[in-house]
């Protein structure tokens, strides 16, 4: 089982939608956990670090939860510009090596 | 302007060839890592590094070695490139560890015939 998955997606939806993603994880241990944005082949930068009792900025809202192993990110009122590949991160107790899902795909749409 | 700053951003070169990737950063950041990506498997931890001197091999490390001599600075080195090495390469760095947010450089893009 991968350590950590994500749907592929893509998402596709209208300008002004409302969309989730979710993002399991396999080992319990798990301490810490970040939503990150790429555009298509550019570098990932950090859109929030996802907080115990959720977190929310602007549109963008992240939650844990953590006896079901997975974390949420939800985007309200999509934007054209919110088009690209979010990739969940999770680190473990114990290592210095992060687990990155393989991303989910959004497209939005006029 | 806070960075991570990579080169070359694309680079061709022949199998054997050694080659250097460099990284910097001008945060003062204890830790810095790079990473591979690859279609369809994601982002992919070569090595990392602690601070000056202390580096740790990551997921996919073989084919690879780093050295940090400097806090800013941890150059990727392929001694003997192989095409399977063929990948976009991350540079990142975080204040303290892996459990911050990491901030990365813009990528290389490297191919190997």
């Known amino acids: 089982r991968k350590e950590v998955e994500q749907d592929p997606g893509p998402f596709n939806v209208p300008e002004g939608a409302t969309v989730a993603f979710n993002c399991t994880y396999s080992n319990s241990a798990s301490q810490s956990f970040f939503w990150y944005r790429q555009d298509c082949r550019k570098e990932p930068k950090l859109l929030m670090s996802?907080?115990?009792s959720g977190n929310e900025d602007g549109r963008f809202t992240a939650q844990l939860n953590r006896a079901s192993q997975y974390i949420s990110l939800l985007i309200r009122d999509s934007k054209l510009s919110d088009s690209a590949t979010y990739l969940c991160?999770?680190?473990?107790?114990?290592?210095?090596?992060?687990?990155f899902g393989r991303g989910t795909s959004l497209i939005v749409h006029p | 302007e806070a960075q991570v700053t990579q080169n070359p951003r694309y680079l061709i070169t022949v199998t054997g060839k050694k080659l250097t990737v460099t990284c910097s950063q001008n945060?003062?950041?204890?830790?810095m890592s790079w990473y591979r990506q690859d279609p369809g498997l994601g982002l992919r931890q070569i090595y990392y590094s602690m601070n000056v001197e202390v580096t740790d091999k990551g997921d996919v490390p073989e084919g690879y070695k780093v050295s940090r001599k400097e806090k800013r600075n941890f150059p990727l080195i392929l001694e003997s490139p192989s095409p399977n090495q063929t990948s976009l390469y991350f540079c990142a760095s975080s204040l303290m560890d892996n459990r911050r947010e990491q901030y990365f450089g813009p990528g290389t893009r490297l191919t190997v015939t």
């Open positions: 996802v907080y115990s």
């Open positions: 945060m003062n950041h204890e830790y």
């Open positions: 991160v999770v680190n473990s107790g114990g290592s210095y090596i992060p687990t």
